[in-house]
C-alpha cells in the first residue's frame, strides 16, 4: 500500500520521484491533482496542498478533498509536511520538527465549516474521534524521528502544533495566548489535515520545517521575509532527505502504522 505525502509551501513537487504521473481524483468534494510514483524504492501519493506554484492560499485549500482522495487510493498512511513558524525561541531555523500533539481550537475548515466529513443527520459513519493521547500515529512519529536522526537533519521529537487561520499572519497577543497554550510552531493547514485522517482512520503524522519565528518570539528582531523565503527555498531538500530515509522504515514495519484514537462511530454503536 502506498504512502500519502501532502506537500506545502515551497514543494509543489517531489525531488527524484520515479515514474511520476499525475492524475484528477473526482471525490465528493471536488476534484485533487495526485501524483503517483515511486520515492526511495516506495510507492508514494503526493498532493501539493496549495498546487502548482502556490495556486492556493492557506484559505482555499480543499482539505476534505485531498485527505478522501488518498484514503479513495489506498494510502496506508499519510505524513503533513509544513513550513511554520516557531513559537518557542528554543526551536531553531532550518529545523524539523516532529509533532506530538495539537491545538485547533475552532475545529474549522477554511470556510468556516465545521471540521468533519459527516455533516448529515443520520449518517451510519457519523461519530466521535475520541482520543487516548496525542492526534498523530505514534508509529510514525518514532519512524520519523529514526529517519530525522540517520539523515543527519537538525530535529526535535514531540511538540505542540498550533492551527492558525489565513491567509494573514498572527498577531504578537495571539502568538503569546498560543505561546501560554504550549506551542511550539504554527501554520495554517495542518489542523483539518489531522482531524479529517483521523475520522478516516488513516495513522497520520505532521513534519514541520522552521521558516521564521513567530510574531514577538524575539521582541523586536522579527525574522526577515527575505531569510523566510531563503528557508522555504531550502524545504523540499530538507523533507526529502527526511523521506528518503523514512519510506523504508515505513514498508519494513512488521503491520502497518496504527491510527491514533478510536473513532466511535454510531452507525455501529
Not at 524504492?41 to 485527505?67: C, D, K
Not at 523521506?243 to 454503536?269: C, D, E, H, K, V
Request: proline share 8%; with cysteine; hydrophobic share 45%.
Amino acid at each position: 500500500m502506498p504512502v500519502g505525502i501532502i506537500s506545502g509551501s515551497g514543494m509543489y513537487a517531489l525531488p527524484d520521484f520515479k515514474g511520476a504521473e499525475s492524475t484528477t481524483v473526482a471525490t465528493p468534494y471536488g476534484e485533487v491533482s495526485v501524483t503517483s510514483g515511486s520515492y526511495a524504492g516506495e510507492r508514494l501519493l503526493h498532493i501539493a496542498r496549495h498546487g502548482i506554484g502556490h495556486a492556493l492560499l492557506s484559505s482555499a485549500v480543499n482539505h476534505r478533498a485531498n485527505i478522501w482522495a488518498l484514503k479513495q487510493l489506498g494510502a496506508a498512511c499519510v505524513i503533513g509536511l509544513t513550513a511554520c513558524g516557531a513559537v518557542d525561541p528554543e526551536l531553531e531555523l532550518g529545523s524539523l520538527i516532529i509533532f506530538d500533539d495539537l491545538h485547533f481550537i475552532s475545529n474549522r475548515l477554511p470556510d468556516g465549516s465545521i471540521c468533519t466529513f459527516f455533516t448529515e443527520p443520520g449518517d451510519p459513519q457519523r461519530g466521535h474521534w475520541v482520543l487516548h493521547g496525542g492526534p498523530f500515529s505514534p508509529q510514525l512519529q518514532q519512524v520519523l524521528a529514526e529517519a530525522a536522526n540517520a539523515s543527519g537533519n537538525a530535529f526535535q521529537a514531540g511538540g505542540i502544533y498550533g492551527h492558525v487561520d489565513g491567509p494573514r499572519f498572527n498577531t504578537p497577543v495571539e502568538i503569546a495566548q498560543l505561546a501560554a497554550c504550549g506551542v511550539a510552531a504554527v501554520s495554517q493547514t495542518g489542523g483539518p489535515e489531522t482531524v479529517l485522517c483521523g475520522e478516516l482512520e488513516l495513522p497520520f503524522a505532521l513534519v514541520g520545517f522552521v521558516t521564521d519565528y513567530a510574531n514577538e518570539v524575539f521582541p523586536g528582531e522579527p525574522t526577515p521575509v527575505a531569510t523566510l523565503m531563503e528557508l522555504i527555498g531550502t524545504a523540499p531538500g530538507r523533507f526529502a532527505d527526511l523521506l528518503a530515509q523514512a519510506l523504508p522504515r515505513i514498508a519494513a514495519l512488521p503491520a502497518p502504522p496504527a491510527a491514533a484514537g478510536t473513532m466511535f462511530r454510531f452507525g455501529s454503536a
